[in-house]
């Protein structure tokens, strides 16, 4: 494979800033950060300090995969705004392979549900290489990240049109990123002439009554998903659609439901490093996915899609310098998924008594959390004899979660049953559901 001839001209590096920075929830097409951003500049010194790692080995099971340059080095981070960061060799075109896995998974969650998926996969951690020879006891691979899993899982995507899976799993995969994959026809020819063992684990799952349809044409597909070319830019577009509930936050494209990138890195953190997993979760702590050809894929929930390329991997088939910049991105800028969250500011905008009236104000998004914190609040009114009505006041309120709708409507109800005249004030409509 020419490798010159993998390397996309740079996207626009323009500053331009989104059309509402105030907002900071604009979306951005193509919003890329110049080196003056101080992210860059994180990501910058990130690069810097693993740059000097020099362990690890470029896979060459699949032959074509050997040719990659150790030296090579890209990351790109896009936030939850679509906002684009990218250093190194990020324009470098490089395999899926792996990090394939949890997008094929989503496609068939989102098509056939969570239960019909794992009747034929299981979701338990393996602790085996991605290429282990196992079933649980009910006969299905122990995980969708693993390759007997991913093959299982490619074998259940549907399509109306035989024949035409693979189209359905581009496209899919194509919307995560925010533009058109192709395969590279290299490293898909390579991988089909010397992949044996994955149709053995093919073989294996249909004894175990799990895969659907034929071998041969799961493997292909399979195959193909892992040879669709990437930069780490798309990794990072793709990480942060499932960061942020499925959509792509630079085109705006509702890819998956919420709940399927739910599940999606729920996968993804229990079971996407392989046998290093436990490692992962205790040293960098963000749904992730890696591949051989040196990809690594990690998806801060709410916050951030990270992509990382470096071609040597440990023994575990991870990235050194890719697992080495993950480890610093996440204990630096406090990534961790169980990292406790800021105190969110309270949703009580104002709280007043004037006379025997109560008057609270309520602000911003109520969600669960916000809503204990306001009728715990109205509940001391009860308690208060002074207090013989209440107003409460949405003007400030931006949406109210359907749990909290629940708790207010039933701590309303306990003020009127308690004898204290409640009112709501509600323009926007917010208690709709
Ligand atoms: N870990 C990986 O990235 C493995 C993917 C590769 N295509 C294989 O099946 O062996």
Redesign the pocket.
């Known amino acids: 494979m020419d490798h010159a001839a993998n390397v996309r001209p740079a996207g626009p590096r323009t500053a331009e800033s989104p059309a509402d920075p105030a907002s900071g929830t604009q979306r951005n097409d193509d919003w890329e950060a110049d080196d003056s951003s101080p992210v860059i500049q994180v990501l910058e010194k990130i690069r810097a300090e693993v740059a000097g790692l020099s362990g690890g080995r470029v ?1 060459d ?2 032959p074509e995969l050997a040719h990659a340059d150790p030296g090579l080095f890209g990351v790109a981070a896009v936030s939850a705004h679509g906002r684009s960061y990218c250093v190194g060799d990020a324009d470098y075109a490089f ?7 949890p997008f094929v998974y989503a496609i068939a969650v989102e098509q056939l549900g969570l239960d019909v998926v794992h009747e034929h996969v299981g979701a338990e951690p393996s602790g085996e290489p ?2 282990a020879i196992s079933l649980d006891e009910r006969g299905r691979p122990e995980n969708p990240m693993i ?1 007997a899993g ?2 299982v899982t490619t074998s259940l995507v549907e399509n109306s049109e035989p024949g035409k899976r693979f189209e359905r799993i581009r496209s899919v995969l194509s919307e995560f990123a925010g533009r058109e994959l192709e395969v590279d026809e290299d490293v898909y020819r390579s ?1 089909t002439e010397t ?1 044996h ?2 149709r053995a684990l093919g073989y294996l799952s249909l004894a175990g009554g799990v895969l659907v349809g034929s071998v041969e044409d799961a493997v292909q597909d ?2 193909r998903q ?2 669709l070319s990437v930069t780490v830019r798309d990794l990072a577009v793709m990480a942060a659609t499932l960061a942020v509930g499925g959509v792509n936050p630079v085109t705006g494209e509702q890819v998956v439901s919420q709940r399927t990138a739910r599940h999606t890195l729920s996968i993804m953190s229990s079971c996407g490093m ?1 046998d290093r997993a436990g490692e992962w979760g205790l040293r960098v702590g963000i749904p992730a996915k ?4 040196g990809g690594i894929l990690a998806a801060a929930p709410g916050a951030f899609g990270v992509g990382v390329f470096s071609p040597p991997l440990d023994d575990a ?1 991870n990235s050194v310098r890719g697992v080495a910049a993950l480890e610093r991105l996440s204990d630096d800028y406090d990534l961790h998924m169980l990292q406790m969250p800021a105190e969110p500011p309270s949703p009580m905008h104002s709280v007043t008594r004037d006379g025997t009236r109560l008057e609270v104000r309520l602000r911003g998004e109520i969600d669960f959390l916000a809503a204990e914190q306001v009728v715990s609040r109205l509940a001391e009114a009860i308690d208060d004899s002074r207090v013989k009505s209440v107003s409460v006041a949405l003007e400030r309120v931006s949406g109210l979660s359907d749990a909290a709708r629940g708790l207010l409507a039933a701590e309303l109800t306990e003020l009127a049953d308690a004898g204290v005249d409640a009112t709501v004030s509600d323009p926007r409509g917010v208690r709709e559901p």
């Not at 395999?95 to 896995?101: D, M, P």
């Not at 890696?290 to 050809?293: I, P």
Request: overall charge positive; proline content about 0%.
């Open positions: 896979a099971y699949i395999t899926l392979q792996s990090i394939s896995k991605f290429n390759n991913a093959i991988e992949g063992r994955n399979y195959f892992c040879a392989y890696s591949g051989v050809s088939g």
